[in-house]
């Protein structure tokens, strides 16, 4: 019996042990240990430098600087677990801000016409989207990079600088905290439980996956795959249209460039890679993404901290990317060997 006993413990502790390495190689944990990881090293390299890391002040730039690009990223996640992807977000919030802060017109009573008419914007520009890839069988890097220049050209076309003017009122969602936490961030953190709501515990979100997994098998097991398809673009307007929001709230007024200078259909589709989330679709979720985000976020501090030029961030930018890329397509081979 104690023979038995002790045959069987050491087994058990290896099991463990085996479970605990395999939780650690998940995207997810993967994506947090390295950004803790990124912390410590930047912590030290600022302190090397004779500055001070996380001081109040950082830590709520970086949830500040995060906020807008997260949102956008939760929508982005939900289009490319369904092995979709949208291009036309960083248009599209240049156009929502435009759009929110002409017809708020700085005052307080057009607020809520404002937030409807962008969020209806959005969701048009979604279902289209969603549309011309389901129906007219385009691929979505075609669909919403057409959408994309659509857009630019109406925003061309209309405005040559910023315009409208944002209520001060409203202005208090870019720039309010309660003690160190940005209202933009729980902002961020809502969009963020909803998502992960959608995709955990609802029938849609065990359809995203499948459908991400593999359309064709998905489509046979009676999902309508276009229908799902249609919706998460949807939702990622919608996501983009509230980033929209948000920064005309930070700047006052709408610019024609704030979607692209911030970069966020590349960026978006970034955070969401370096997340663990497929391109291929059918594997990921928010959790992921939102330590992606967090990630660029805390780079981006790292960097101005250390004052590094432009041109070294991107090159630095690119290489996390590539490198968090092959690392997990390296663990999916090894899996499926």
Same mark, same amino acid.
């Given at each position: 019996?104690?023979?038995?006993?002790?045959?069987?413990?050491?087994?058990?502790?290896?099991?463990?042990?085996?479970?605990?390495?395999?939780?650690?190689?998940?995207?997810?944990?993967?994506?947090?240990?390295?950004?803790?990881?990124?912390?410590?090293?930047?912590?030290?390299?600022?302190?090397?430098?004779?500055?001070?890391?996380?001081?109040?002040?950082?830590?709520?730039?970086?949830?500040?600087?995060?906020?807008?690009?997260?949102?956008?990223?939760?929508?982005?996640?939900?289009?490319?677990?369904?092995?979709?992807?949208?291009?036309?977000?960083a248009y599209l919030? %240049? #156009?929502?801000?435009?759009? *929110?802060?002409?017809?708020? @017109?700085?005052?307080? &009573?057009?607020?809520? !016409?404002? /937030?409807?008419?962008?969020?209806?914007?959005?969701?048009?520009?979604?279902?289209?989207?969603?549309?011309?890839?389901?129906?007219?069988?385009?691929?979505?890097?075609?669909?919403?990079?057409?959408?994309?220049?659509?857009?630019?050209?109406?925003?061309?076309?209309?405005?040559?600088?910023?315009?409208?003017?944002?209520?001060?009122?409203?202005?208090?969602?870019?720039?309010?905290?309660?003690?160190?936490?940005?209202?933009?961030?729980?902002?961020?953190?809502?969009?963020?439980?909803?998502?992960?709501?959608?995709?955990?515990?609802?029938r849609l979100g065990?359809?995203?996956?499948?459908?991400?997994?593999?359309?064709?098998?998905?489509?046979?097991?009676?999902?309508?795959?276009?229908?799902?398809?249609?919706?998460?673009?949807?939702?990622? %307007? #919608?996501?983009?249209?509230? *980033?929209?929001?948000?920064? @005309?709230?930070?700047? &006052?007024?709408?610019? !024609?460039? /704030?979607?692209?200078?911030?970069?966020?259909?590349?960026?978006?589709?970034?955070?969401?890679?370096?997340?663990?989330?497929?391109?291929?679709?059918?594997?990921?979720?928010?959790?992921?993404?939102?330590?992606?985000?967090?990630?660029?976020?805390?780079?981006?501090?790292?960097?101005?901290?250390?004052?590094?030029?432009?041109?070294?961030?991107?090159?630095?930018?690119?290489?996390?990317?590539?490198?968090?890329?092959?690392?997990?397509?390296?663990?999916?081979?090894?899996?499926?060997?």
């Amino acid at each position: 019996m104690n023979t038995l006993s002790r045959i069987r413990r050491p087994a058990r502790r290896s099991e463990a042990q085996g479970g605990l390495a395999a939780r650690l190689r998940e995207p997810t944990q993967v994506v947090f240990l390295a950004l803790l990881g990124l912390v410590a090293v930047g912590w030290v390299l600022v302190a090397l430098d004779g500055g001070q890391f996380l001081t109040m002040e950082s830590v709520v730039g970086i949830q500040q600087r995060s906020a807008a690009l997260g949102i956008v990223a939760i929508g982005q996640t939900l289009a490319i677990l369904a092995g979709s992807l949208d291009l036309s977000v960083a248009y599209l919030i %240049s #156009l929502t801000s435009l759009v *929110a802060a002409e017809i708020m @017109a700085g005052q307080d &009573g057009n607020i809520l !016409p404002a /937030v409807a008419a962008v969020l209806a914007i959005s969701a048009l520009v979604g279902l289209v989207n969603g549309l011309v890839i389901t129906r007219l069988q385009v691929h979505a890097f075609i669909a919403t990079l057409g959408t994309a220049l659509i857009i630019k050209g109406i925003v061309d076309h209309l405005y040559d600088g910023p315009a409208g003017k944002v209520p001060e009122s409203f202005q208090l969602l870019g720039y309010s905290r309660i003690g160190p936490i940005p209202i933009s961030a729980l902002l961020w953190a809502g969009v963020a439980v909803v998502a992960w709501f959608l995709l955990s515990r609802t029938r849609l979100g065990y359809r995203i996956y499948a459908v991400g997994g593999n359309e064709e098998v998905a489509r046979l097991s009676g999902i309508r795959t276009g229908r799902v398809i249609v919706l998460t673009h949807v939702l990622c %307007s #919608l996501c983009a249209g509230i *980033a929209g929001l948000l920064l @005309a709230s930070r700047l &006052g007024a709408g610019a !024609p460039t /704030v979607g692209t200078d911030g970069g966020y259909d590349l960026e978006s589709i970034a955070a969401v890679v370096l997340g663990g989330t497929a391109l291929a679709g059918g594997k990921g979720g928010v959790a992921g993404t939102v330590g992606g985000v967090l990630l660029l976020a805390v780079l981006d501090t790292i960097f101005n901290q250390l004052e590094v030029n432009s041109f070294v961030k991107d090159v630095v930018r690119g290489v996390v990317i590539v490198i968090a890329v092959a690392v997990y397509a390296r663990r999916g081979m090894r899996r499926s060997a």
